[in-house]
Every structure is written in structure tokens, then in C-alpha cells.
């Protein structure tokens, strides 16, 4: 059974940070693309960073220079650190693991909670 297990949201000051972990079983975890994505709410869910198999990331404009994206893959984890942070943050963060073979496999975790004060 895979899972995808968020942890490390809660609430913030603006200007301050957060480390968002996801930590995976049930999958082989370096063979997967890993993600970030986040749903504030009536709006729809968005990419945030990604990062392949070899290390490349990838950001969402907004978050380019403030998060950034990590993966270790000894232990089944992909990390966002998230500095800099403001209001429109905020939103539920949620963990993805991506493989394409004969079709795509998408798993994600139940999510966690930012909420950024202002």
C-alpha cells in the first residue's frame, strides 16, 4: 500500500519559514518524480516545485528565490523548505509521486495546512 504522509504545516508570520516533509512507503521512491503542490481555498490546485529523478527542480514563479526542494532518497522523504513566506501562502500543501511506464502512476498524501498571518 502506498502512502504519502505530510508533515511540518502549521501557522506562521509573514517573513517567517517552514519545513514541509513527506515521507514515502510503499513505493520505490527514487524512481519517482516528486512534488509539491497546494490548493488555497476556491482556488485550484497548483504546482509549486517538483524534482526529478536526478536532482532537477523546478518552481512555480511565486516561489522561485524563497522555497526550495529536496529529496532524500536513503529515506523516502521529499522536503519544501519555504522562507520568505507571505499570506497568500496559505493554503493546503499536499505531496506527489509521479512514474510513467506503460501509463502514469500519480500518488498523493492527505495534505497539510499552511497558514500564513499577516
Known amino acids: 500500500q502506498v502512502q504519502l504522509v505530510e508533515s511540518g504545516g502549521g501557522l506562521v508570520q509573514a517573513g517567517g519559514s517552514l519545513r514541509l516533509s513527506c515521507a514515502a512507503s510503499?513505493?520505490?521512491?527514487?524512481?519517482?518524480?516528486m512534488g509539491w503542490y497546494r490548493q488555497a481555498p476556491g482556488k485550484p490546485r497548483e504546482l509549486v516545485a517538483s524534482?526529478?529523478?536526478?536532482?532537477?527542480?523546478n518552481y512555480e514563479d511565486s516561489a522561485k528565490g524563497r522555497f526550495t526542494i529536496s529529496r532524500d532518497n536513503a529515506k523516502g522523504t521529499v522536503y519544501l523548505q519555504m522562507n520568505s513566506l507571505k499570506p497568500e501562502d496559505t493554503a493546503v500543501y499536499y505531496c506527489?509521486?509521479?512514474?510513467?511506464?506503460?501509463?502514469?502512476?500519480?500518488?498523493w498524501g492527505q495534505g497539510t495546512l499552511v497558514t500564513v498571518s499577516s
Open positions: 524534482i526529478t529523478t536526478g536532482g532537477t527542480t
Open positions: 510503499g513505493i520505490i521512491f527514487s524512481i519517482h518524480f
Open positions: 506527489n509521486a509521479r512514474r510513467m511506464s506503460n501509463r502514469v502512476y500519480d500518488y
